[in-house]
Every structure is written in C-alpha cells, then in structure tokens.
C-alpha cells in the first residue's frame, strides 16, 4: 500500500439514541464531540439514530409501518400520475 493515501483509524464511541447504548470500535470518523469511556479515556464520540441495537432485524421486534398513510400524502403532495 502507498503511505499517506489512507485516512488514519482510530477509536471511536458509537453512541445509539434510540437503544440508548454505546459501541468502542476503530473508525476514520471525524467528530468535535468527545465521551469519557469506562476505561477513563476520552474518546470522539458519534450519536447516530440506529444501529444492530435498535434495528428490528437483528432485534426480532417488528414495527407497524404506515405506508397507507406515507403514499396517500405523497399523492396529495406531488399528485398522481397516469
């Protein structure tokens, strides 16, 4: 591999809003936010809104989805087309 191509990987918390947990594991992410960890070491931190902790699939809970009311609202927003 060529130096000076790659981003560097570094440790980074993963914090998910909707489980409420946290994930340490190496990323190139960039973030102005820190996190003490449980080690005591602070650490960039990233909040983002799902991850395997909240997903349905890997979860096994099912969420009722309105698509009726989601394709009646763009209809009335963009009109049909025939």
Excluded: K
């Excluded at 070491?41 to 902790?53: K, R």
């Amino acid at each position: 591999m060529r130096s000076g191509i790659h981003p560097v990987s570094r440790p980074v918390v993963f914090r998910d809003r909707a489980a409420d947990t946290a994930f340490l594991t190496t990323s190139t992410v960039r973030s102005a936010r820190t996190i003490e960890w449980a080690d005591g070491n602070t650490y960039p931190l990233i909040d983002v809104e799902i991850s395997s902790a909240s997903h349905p699939f890997y979860t096994g809970n099912t969420r009722v989805v309105d698509t009726a009311g989601r394709v009646e609202r763009f209809e009335r927003r963009y009109g049909r087309q025939s």
